[in-house]
C-alpha cells in the first residue's frame, strides 16, 4: 500500500498591507483571538515603549504559515515564543511570519516581546492616544488586523505617576512603582474587553483632568485638558447630558440595551477626527466639545450631532461591524442618519429638516459633481487603502440616500428593519447585502435596482420641466431627470415642488420620481415655479433668474436653504446664474435672512465666490460695497449669533484698509461691536486673519496674540502657525520645506490649517510654486497619514486656487501620472473640481 502523502495547503504571499485574499483566508482558519498587552509608556516621548504582545488563537488546519500584521521596522522585534518555543524572527513586508511547524491545530499561543511602532501613537510631551482606524493597530504591535477576525484585549499600562489612562474595558486594579528619587511609574491594569474588531482598540494616557458622573441612571467618566475656566463651566453639564439622551435614544430606537462593558469618553487637544467611536473610550476633538458664550447655533447643534454620530456608532459599527472595509460607509451612514433624529430631540428649537439640508446637501455635492466622484460602495482590495474610502460621499450623500430608503419603506418597516439586522449580527461582522436581504423582505419596492444607482455609482441627476395644459384650465408640471454624465441612469427618489400663480396662489405637490419623465397635476399656470422645497431630493435642480432676488421671500426656511443650495449649484454649471450676480443677490439677502443656520450658508457661498469665482479685478470693485453690507447687516440684526456670523463674514473677504483697520481695533482692544462676543479662539482667528494681509506691517500681531493664550495646547498650535503666516517669503519656504518631513506633519489639523493660511488667495503669488511638491507629497501623505489627511492636504492646498497656471500643474501631475493610485487621483479630482471651474467662470 503506498504511503499517504499529507497535503501541503498553498502559502499565501506575504506582501504589504492587509490584502483580502489574506483576510480571508484568516478567517476561515483562524477563530478566538485574545490579546494580552503590556506596555511600559516613559514619560519622556522619545524614550522607546517596551511591549509584550501575547496573542492566542485557535487554528483550524497548520499546514501553512501564518501572518500577523506588523508595519514596522524589524529592529523592533526583539523575542518571539510560539506555544512556548524560541522561533526566529521572520519579518518580511509588514508581517511577522509564524511558521507552521511551531504551529498547531487547535489553540496556539505567541509572546512577542517588542518596542512599539510608534506611527499612530500620538506621544506628545505629556500625553498620548491611540488612533487605529482603518489598519493602523498593526503599526503599534502584532495584530490579525482586519474588522471580522474580532478579539478580546486586556491592556495593562505602565505610565508616570501623575498621568491618568482610559481604555476600552473598566480599571481592574493599579499599582505604583517608586525608584528612590526618580518619579515613579503607575501601572493601570484593565479588565478583558468585550470582543471588538483591532481598529477599536483603543487606550489614551497622559496629564489629564478627570470628571465622572453619573447621568441618567448611567455612571460616565470623561478626561480633558481644558484650562478655561468659562469653557468647562458652560460646557461639562452639556457634555454629559447629550451622552445620556444619545444612549437613551439608542437604546429605545434599536431595541438593545447599550452593549458594552462601560461609556467614557476623552477630548484630545487637535485630534484628528472630529471623533472616533472607540468601545467605551470615545475620542473627541476638544474645540468641538467645549464651547463658551460665543458659540453659534451651528457650534451647538455640530457638538450635538458629533456626540449623538459616535454614540451611534456603539451598535452602528461597534456592535455590529462591516465584514471588510469596502462597507466603512454602511457605520458611517448610520451614525449620521441617527445623529440628525437625536438632535432633533435633544436640542431645543432645532430643525432637523433644515440641518439636514445645510449639513448633507453641499458636502455631498461637493464631491458628486466632480471627475473624481465616487460611489457610497467602493471596491477594496488592501487595507492599506482603505482611508482613501472615507471622504463626504459616505459621510453626506449616504445619509441623503438612508432618508430617501426610508421614505421609500415608511419609518416603522424601516426601523423594524434595522432592529432584525443589529439582533442577528449582534457582536458579530456584516456586509450592505446582508442588510438590503433584510430591508427588501420588508417593502414592495425592489431595493435591489434601487441599490445599483444609489450606492454602487457615483453622480447625480440634473432635472428640468416644462409646463402643458391649459385648456379647461388643466395644467401638467412634467420633470425630466437625466444623469449629469450623460447616461441613462434612473435615481428612483421623491421630492416637492412649489408653484405659485400670478395673482400668488400656491400649491405644492410631490414628484414620485420613478421614470425618465414624471408628470404631476396642477391648478394654475405658475408664474414661478420653486424646487425640492422640502430639502428631501437630490440632484441638479432648475432654478430661475427671478429667485436671485425673491427667495428670501420664501416662508420656510427649509425651502430658503434647498433654494440657495440650488443657486449655488447652477452657478457652478455655468448656467444662468453668473457668480458676481449671485453674490449681490446674496448682499441683499443678508438682511432679509431670519434663520440663523440659512445665514450660515449664505455667508459661506457668498465668501466662496468672493474668493474662488470672482477676478481680482471684480474683488476690487466689489469689494468695498461687500464690506459695507455686512457691517450694515451686523448692526441691524439683532440676533447675536447672526452677527456673530456675518462679522466672521466681514472678517473673512476684509480686503480695504479701512476694514482692516476696524479690524485690528477690535483685536487690539478686544472690544468687539455691541452684541457680538468674541473668545480668545476668535481673537486668534482675528489675527491669523490680519496676519495673512500683513497688517499692521509695522507690528507684527501675532507674537501678541500668543503672549495672551494661556492654555499650553493652544499656544502650542499656534507657535506652529506662525512660521506659516510669516510677512517674509523665506520664512514661508523653510516652513513649507519643513512638511516634506512626516515630523513636520505630525498634528495634520495644524498642518491643513497653515496650508489654509501659506495658500491664501492674497499670497498665492509666492505660494503658486509649493503646488507641484505638494502633489508629489500625496502618496507619502496617505501611507504615513491618518484617513482624512491625504484629501484634507489637497483641499487645503488647491482650495481657493483660480489661476489657469495652477490647473495646468495639476492637469500636467495627471498627465504625468497615467498609472497613478486610482482612489488618490479621484481625491486629486475632488480637490481640484473648483479650480476647474473657477478657470472657466472667472471672467
Do not use: C
Not at 450660515?600 to 470672482?614: E, N, P
Amino acid at each position: 500500500m503506498p504511503p499517504i502523502i499529507k497535503e501541503v495547503a498553498p502559502e499565501l504571499a506575504v506582501e504589504k498591507g492587509v490584502s483580502e485574499a489574506l483576510a480571508a483566508a484568516r478567517k476561515q482558519l483562524i477563530s478566538g483571538v485574545a490579546y494580552d498587552l503590556r506596555l511600559n509608556i516613559p514619560a519622556q516621548k522619545t524614550a522607546p515603549i517596551a511591549v509584550t504582545d501575547l496573542v492566542s488563537f485557535t487554528l483550524k488546519d497548520n499546514r501553512s504559515p501564518v501572518q500577523l500584521d506588523f508595519k514596522a521596522s524589524a529592529d523592533h522585534l526583539h523575542k518571539l515564543l510560539v506555544n512556548g518555543q524560541p522561533v526566529a524572527l521572520d519579518h518580511r513586508n509588514e508581517h511577522l511570519v509564524l511558521p507552521a511547524a511551531a504551529l498547531k491545530t487547535g489553540r496556539n499561543v505567541v509572546e512577542i516581546e517588542l518596542t512599539a511602532g510608534e506611527q499612530s501613537l500620538n506621544r506628545n510631551d505629556d500625553y498620548l492616544y491611540t488612533l487605529l482606524v482603518p489598519d493602523r493597530a498593526r503599526t503599534v504591535f502584532p495584530v490579525f488586523d482586519q474588522p471580522d477576525l474580532k478579539a478580546t484585549f486586556t491592556l495593562a499600562l505602565t505610565v508616570p505617576l501623575e498621568w491618568q489612562a482610559v481604555a476600552n474595558a473598566p480599571v481592574r486594579d493599579s499599582s505604583i512603582t517608586l525608584n528612590g528619587r526618580v518619579p515613579g511609574m503607575k501601572t493601570y491594569r484593565f479588565a478583558t474587553s468585550d470582543s471588538i474588531s483591532t481598529y477599536l482598540f483603543s487606550f489614551a494616557a497622559g496629564k489629564f483632568s478627570r470628571v465622572s458622573r453619573t447621568t441618567n441612571g448611567r455612571p460616565m467618566t470623561f478626561l480633558h485638558r481644558e484650562t478655561d475656566p468659562a469653557k468647562l463651566r458652560l460646557s461639562l453639564d452639556p457634555i454629559f447630558q447629550l451622552h445620556a439622551d444619545a444612549l437613551a435614544f439608542m437604546e429605545q430606537y434599536t431595541g438593545i440595551k447599550y452593549p458594552f462593558q462601560k461609556f467614557d469618553f476623552t477630548a484630545i487637544p487637535d485630534f484628528q477626527y472630529g471623533g472616533m467611536e472607540h468601545v467605551g473610550a470615545i475620542d473627541y476633538k476638544a474645540a468641538t466639545l467645549f464651547l463658551d458664550e460665543g458659540a453659534t447655533q451651528d457650534q451647538v447643534l455640530a457638538r450635538s450631532n458629533l456626540v449623538s454620530h459616535e454614540t451611534a456608532h456603539m451598535w452602528f459599527g461597534d456592535l455590529v461591524t462591516m465584514q471588510w472595509f469596502n462597507d466603512v460607509w454602511m457605520k458611517e451612514v448610520f451614525a449620521n442618519f441617527m445623529a440628525d433624529k437625536i438632535t432633533q430631540v435633544s436640542v431645543k428649537n432645532s430643525s432637523y429638516d433644515l440641518k439636514f439640508v445645510i449639513d448633507h446637501y453641499p458636502a455631498a455635492y461637493g464631491i458628486d459633481r466632480t471627475a473624481g466622484a465616487n460611489p457610497i460602495r467602493q471596491p477594496l482590495a488592501n487595507l492599506q487603502d482603505a482611508g482613501s474610502l472615507y471622504g463626504n460621499i459616505i459621510y453626506h450623500k449616504a445619509p441623503i440616500m438612508m432618508r430617501q430608503l426610508e421614505r421609500l419603506m415608511g419609518p416603522e418597516a424601516f426601523q423594524a428593519g434595522l432592529q432584525e439586522y443589529l439582533k442577528t449580527y449582534a457582536h458579530g461582522n456584516a456586509t450592505w447585502p446582508d442588510l438590503i436581504t433584510i430591508l427588501d423582505a420588508r417593502t414592495p419596492a425592489d431595493l435591489q435596482a434601487w441599490n445599483q444607482v444609489w450606492v454602487n455609482q457615483p453622480g447625480r441627476p440634473v432635472f428640468s420641466y416644462r409646463i402643458s395644459g391649459g385648456h379647461d384650465q388643466r395644467y401638467g408640471i412634467y420633470v425630466t431627470q437625466t444623469a449629469e454624465d450623460g447616461s441613462d441612469r434612473l435615481w428612483p427618489q421623491e421630492f416637492d415642488v412649489l408653484v405659485e400663480s400670478a395673482s400668488g396662489e400656491k400649491q405644492q405637490v410631490t414628484v414620485k420620481m420613478d421614470s425618465q419623465e414624471k408628470g404631476v397635476r396642477i391648478s394654475f399656470l405658475p408664474k414661478r415655479v420653486v424646487f425640492n422645497v422640502t430639502g428631501i431630493g437630490y440632484g441638479v435642480f432648475p432654478t430661475a433668474p427671478e429667485l436671485l432676488t425673491s427667495t428670501t421671500k420664501l416662508n420656510d426656511p427649509v425651502a430658503r436653504a434647498a433654494t440657495y443650495v440650488n443657486l449655488y449649484e447652477n452657478m457652478l454649471n455655468g448656467q444662468q446664474i453668473a457668480p458676481l450676480a449671485l453674490l449681490n443677490a446674496y448682499r441683499q439677502a443678508l438682511n432679509l435672512e431670519p434663520e440663523e443656520l440659512n445665514l450660515k450658508l449664505l455667508t459661506g457661498q457668498a465668501s466662496a465666490i468672493f474668493w474662488q469665482f470672482l477676478s481680482p479685478a471684480q474683488r476690487l470693485a466689489v469689494g468695498p460695497a461687500l464690506e459695507q453690507d455686512l457691517w450694515a447687516a451686523m448692526q441691524k440684526n439683532a440676533a447675536p449669533n447672526s452677527k456673530k456670523l456675518l462679522f466672521k463674514t466681514y472678517q473673512a473677504v476684509a480686503l480695504t484698509k479701512a476694514a482692516q483697520s476696524r479690524l485690528y481695533q477690535i483685536w487690539q482692544t478686544e472690544k468687539a461691536l455691541a452684541g457680538v462676543k468674541l473668545t480668545e479662539d476668535d481673537y486668534t482667528a482675528l489675527a491669523l486673519a490680519l496676519a495673512v494681509r500683513d497688517y499692521p506691517a509695522s507690528a507684527p500681531i501675532l507674537p501678541a496674540q500668543l503672549a495672551r493664550i494661556k492654555n499650553p495646547d493652544r499656544r502650542q498650535r499656534l507657535q506652529y502657525l506662525m512660521p506659516a503666516l510669516a510677512p517674509d517669503v523665506a520664512t514661508r519656504d523653510t516652513f513649507f520645506a519643513s512638511l516634506h518631513d512626516k515630523a513636520g506633519r505630525a498634528k495634520e489639523a495644524w498642518v491643513t490649517a497653515a496650508l489654509g493660511y501659506l495658500h491664501h488667495p492674497l499670497r498665492q503669488a509666492t505660494s503658486e510654486k509649493y503646488l507641484p511638491a505638494s502633489l508629489d507629497l500625496l502618496q507619502e501623505i496617505q501611507l504615513t497619514g491618518d484617513i482624512f489627511f491625504p484629501y484634507s492636504w489637497l483641499q487645503a492646498t488647491l482650495g481657493s486656487y483660480q489661476s489657469p497656471t495652477a490647473a495646468a500643474t495639476v492637469r500636467g501631475f495627471l498627465t504625468a501620472h497615467p498609472n497613478y493610485n486610482p482612489q488618490l487621483r479621484a481625491k486629486l479630482l475632488q480637490a481640484s473640481d473648483d479650480l476647474f471651474r473657477a478657470e472657466k467662470l472667472v471672467r
